[in-house]
């Protein structure tokens, strides 16, 4: 039974059998409890945004949160069909979103690059609909950039660490790419999850393989 649900969870909902969500978005605190900027724009015009995936977004959140020149971040879910998606919801994997995380950075501090070279470097992005032991759809991994500019940026990025990959023997990139996705907030308790929580689960993990 858990294998055949777990295929099922595997597989991507069609636009016509995704859950019909709601108006209303998730209410969530306007203030990063680490970094105490806000986590609801207006962001500063000189900010960039980049919209990760990478498995559970508990732990992929706190990859960025410690960088230097990362304004705020937020866990939410993007990618899919259904809007203002709930946590539940998602955990069906009959929304079509994956957890992700809103990174809004300065650019002239961190580099699109560095955040990538962090993005590729902390979860393995050859699994599929999964990361380790984390199964379905809202696992997978995902890339969706703001313009055309910064997706080709990505693309390249994702050329180059599939070279490296290669090299090592591992697996093909599974990586989703796409522009000017809708990110949805998650609930306010997923919020800087594993800071709130220190101790908490984390099963984000890398292939080994560096980012060259």
């Not at 998730?26 to 724009?41: D, E, F, I, K, T």
């Not at 207006?42 to 960039?48: G, I, K, N, S």
């Not at 609930?187 to 101790?199: A, F, I, M, R, V």
Request: net charge negative.
């Amino acid at each position: 039974m858990w294998h055949l649900f777990s295929r099922e969870k595997m597989r991507m909902v069609t636009p016509e059998e995704a859950l019909a969500g709601r108006s209303s978005g998730m209410p969530v605190s306007n203030r990063h409890a680490v970094l105490g900027a806000p986590l609801l724009p207006p962001f500063p015009d000189h900010c960039r945004e980049l919209i990760v995936g990478m498995g559970c977004f508990w732990g992929a959140e706190q990859c960025f949160w410690q960088l230097e020149g990362v304004h705020t971040t937020a866990v939410g879910y993007a990618g899919g069909y259904t809007p203002n998606p709930t946590y539940e919801e998602v955990c069906t994997a009959r929304t079509g979103h994956t957890e992700a995380v809103r990174v809004i950075y300065e650019p002239e501090v961190v580099s699109l690059e560095r955040l990538l070279q962090v993005f590729w470097e902390s979860h393995d992005p050859t699994q599929g609909m999964r990361q380790g032991n984390d199964v379905g759809t809202q696992y997978r991994s995902a890339l969706y950039l703001p313009d055309e500019q910064s997706l080709g940026i990505a693309q390249a990025s994702m050329e180059a660490y599939q070279k490296a990959l290669d090299a090592a023997g591992q697996g093909h990139i599974t990586t989703e790419l796409a522009q000017a996705v809708t990110f949805y907030y998650a609930e306010d308790w997923h919020q800087q999850y594993l800071h709130k929580n220190p101790g908490g689960y984390c099963g984000l993990a890398g292939t080994g393989v560096r980012y060259a």
